[in-house]
């Protein structure tokens, strides 16, 4: 007789690790399947740095926000791991939501400030401002690889059982509360399965649901870098580490001089590693399976000719590409839903990974039946 598993997670990134640890601090049986290895760089879960960035107005991520905050130092209390720095955002760049933002944030009781750009300067000269800058003291940078690690280790001291080098090949749905999970070494059957498979997304789930439920994901193949300090001085890793924040630059298309812009640039000083800067969103169209993980020579220079421009702290010629996967929604909002005994989320890329434990409380809920999902992540929205 086979064995009937309680809730199956496949992919042991950030947001299906967050499922598994909420599950499994509530009491509940799970399983989570990872198919790499620990640390391996091949999804959009690993690297250093992610900006725990609170500019948002909308009611839905705002009221997110002020859940993962707790969850995030929850975490940290339970796996004894650093996480999260709050070391601030300063977002600056012609934005016309800065008003709404700064609102938003008063009513889920986070902080935001406005500065002119000249103060600004003078507060972090390792950046050039420009315009009206909203710097949002409680936000931050999360440590993506020992968010992971940490996730793990808490899910897996709660009960959790977490598998590295397990792929899931198919999923078959036989029954209200019954999905056959064939991996590569064998079959595993579970009441409710969770995917969080990131750019597997489509492939995993086109033959186990119905075609008109699945959303439209976008997997892209995106290319930050790291520019080394221009501080050379034997403790500037360790102030840089407080003393820059995290950073969103918007631009205004209608500028001539922008034209070379590929998209707003976000950024961060990573630890070790030097100032990271990219674009959003922007990279070639992967297959997953088959990226050349090399950066695109045109975007790069573009990122090259940005910091030699707004980011005098950084070296534009000493630098370290980064090779990453987006996988988005044309309107970059989450997918977090259920179709019968499968639970999804995807559609993180760009701006999810500060959301983490939120998403985990979410997708364990719609797998425990304890609730529908938030309207605006529902897949009713994309049919």
Known sequence: MTQMLETVVIGGGAMGSATAWQLARRGRPVTLLERFAPGH????????????NTAYSDPTYLAMLAEALPLWRELEAESGSRVLDQVGIVNHGPHQGFDDIAAGLATVGLSAEFLTPEAADERWPGIRFEGRVLHAPDAGRLNADAAVVALQRAAAAAGADVRHNTRALRLDVLGDDHVRVTTETGVID???????????????????????????????????????????????????????????????????????????VYGMYTPGQGVKAGWHGVGPVVDPDRRSF???????????????????????DALEPVSCT??????????????????????????????????????????????????????????
């Not at 969080?196 to 489509?202: A, L, N, Q, R």
């Not at 988005?328 to 019968?340: H, I, K, M, P, S």
Request: without cysteine; proline residues 7%; aromatic residues 10%.
């Open 41 to 52: 760089t091949n999804g959009a879960s690993h690297g250093a740095s992610r900006n725990f």
């Open 326 to 383: 987006y996988t988005t929604t044309a309107d970059e909002n989450f997918v977090l839903d259920r179709v019968g005994p499968v639970i999804v989320g995807a559609g993180f890329s760009g701006h999810g990974f500060k959301f983490t434990p939120s998403v985990g409380r979410i997708l364990a809920d719609l797998a425990t039946d304890a609730a529908s999902a938030p309207g605006l992540f529902a897949f009713a929205r994309r049919r």
């Open 294 to 316: 090399l950066p695109e020579p045109q975007q790069l220079a573009a990122l090259q000719r940005y910091v030699r421009e707004w980011l005098p702290g950084a070296d534009a």
């Open 190 to 264: 579970a009441r409710r399965v969770v995917v969080t498979v990131g750019g597997w997304t489509t492939t995993l789930l086109e033959d186990a649901l119905p075609i008109a439920a699945l959303p439209r994901l976008v997997v892209t193949q995106e290319q930050p870098a790291h520019f080394a300090l221009r501080d050379q001085a034997a403790d500037a890793d360790a102030r840089a580490s407080t003393d820059w924040p995290g950073f969103n630059h918007n631009v205004d298309r209608s500028r001539p001089d922008s034209a070379w812009w590929y998209s707003p």
